[in-house]
T-cell receptor, first 111, second 115 residues
Framework: GQNIDQPTEMTATEGAIVQINCTYQTSGFNGLFWYQQHAGEAPTFLSYNVLDGLEEKGRFSSFLSRSKGYSYLLLKELQMKDSASYLCAVSAQTGANNLFFGTGTRLTVIP | DSGVTQTPKHLITATGQRVTLRCSPRSGDLSVYWYQQSLDQGLQFLIQYYNGEERAKGNILERFSAQQFPDLHSELNLSSLELGDSALYFC??????????????FGPGTRLLVL
């Protein structure tokens, strides 16, 4: 089976940096995605990692360690609009690229 | 706007009924995925179609079925509905069949409430 773990909730202050961790145990691995989802809305793509290391994209960065089954999403210079759920998802199935999602981390940014 | 459309946006029905959810992928995308998101659970993969053929199956109940038509739109049929089927149902699309580097683009979802 597939197991993807994230913290349920986090709170951080506007302007600060927050790191959201994700650990996974899957039967295969074709890449790890991070999505942002505002309440009641569709998930939107943030980042993709398939090789070990850090991928930086503006205020958001994502890190992957395949040997540890670990990833994190780093959000810098937090803004109020960053309050949302952040979903870690793994593409784990050979011959398909459906995603297995964690339950998501609800981030609340406070002034 | 991801370019993926889903109808209806909201659906209220009773237990035992059958409903059909519709999805139109982004222009040019051949793969369609269906996901279910319940309140206390993450997104659960249900099924994937590629160019009209079923490609992968997840935790889809036997009461649920899907298909992808020649024009690439897809429908998810939910029958003998139960209270626990109340959830957000998302459709996503991507251009390819198996290349995970291609991200999936999610539609706005259909919120199903079973009373």
């Amino acid at each position: 089976g597939q197991n993807i773990d994230q913290p349920t909730e986090m709170t951080a202050t506007e302007g600060a940096i927050v790191q959201i961790n994700c650990t996974y145990q899957t039967s295969g691995f074709n890449g790890l995605f991070w999505y942002q989802q505002h309440a009641g809305e569709a998930p939107t793509f943030l980042s993709y990692n398939v090789l070990d290391g850090l991928e930086e994209k503006g205020r958001f960065s994502s890190f992957l360690s395949r040997s540890k089954g670990y990833s994190y999403l780093l959000l810098k210079e937090l803004q109020m609009k960053d309050s949302a759920s952040y979903l870690c998802a793994v593409s784990a199935q050979t011959g398909a690229n459906n995603l297995f999602f964690g339950t998501g981390t609800r981030l609340t940014v406070i002034p | 706007d991801s370019g993926v459309t889903q109808t209806p946006k909201h659906l209220i029905t009773a237990t035992g009924q059958r409903v059909t959810l519709r999805c139109s992928p982004r222009s040019g995308d051949l793969s369609v995925y269906w996901y279910q998101q319940s309140l206390d659970q993450g997104l659960q993969f249900l099924i994937q179609y590629y160019n009209g053929e079923e490609r992968a199956k997840g935790n889809i109940l036997e009461r649920f079925s899907a298909q992808q038509f020649p024009d690439l739109h897809s429908e998810l049929n939910l029958s003998s509905l139960e209270l626990g089927d109340s959830a957000l149902y998302f459709c996503a699309s991507s251009p390819v069949e198996t290349d995970s580097r291609e991200t999936q683009y999610f539609g706005p979802g259909t919120r199903l409430l079973v009373l």
